[in-house]
């Protein structure tokens, strides 16, 4: 991902990485986006996206029933992308292969949560 001679330990999950993955790759993704969207679609989308990974590590040092709650809120966030997703398709800013890559990433990402989320409460 990046470099820095600081490492968090949160920045070794899996889903961490691919919610920072997709986070980015939705603020490009964004940028094309109309500009009357700015504060509309755009904003929403990307804020949406970047919360992913801000819930994964902003609960990750915690107990493991706060870190559940923040996970929630992580995927909660990535099922907001889905309908910012579908409305960036049907107003024709992005392509049907762009949405069904959103969606296979967004997909991905979710059922890593869950199972985290489960492997947290199965301890």
Sequence with gaps: ??????????????????????????????????????????????????SIAANISEGYGSTDANFNRYLKMAWDSSHECVTWNSKAFLRQYITHDTFEANRKDLTEIGKMISSLRRSLKNK
């Design 1 to 50: 991902m990046f470099e820095s001679k600081y490492h968090f330990k949160f920045e070794d999950l899996i889903v961490y990485q691919k919610a920072m993955a997709f986070g980015e790759k939705i603020n490009v993704l964004s940028e094309s986006f109309p500009k009357k969207e700015l504060y509309r679609l755009s904003s929403q989308y990307a804020r949406a996206a970047d």
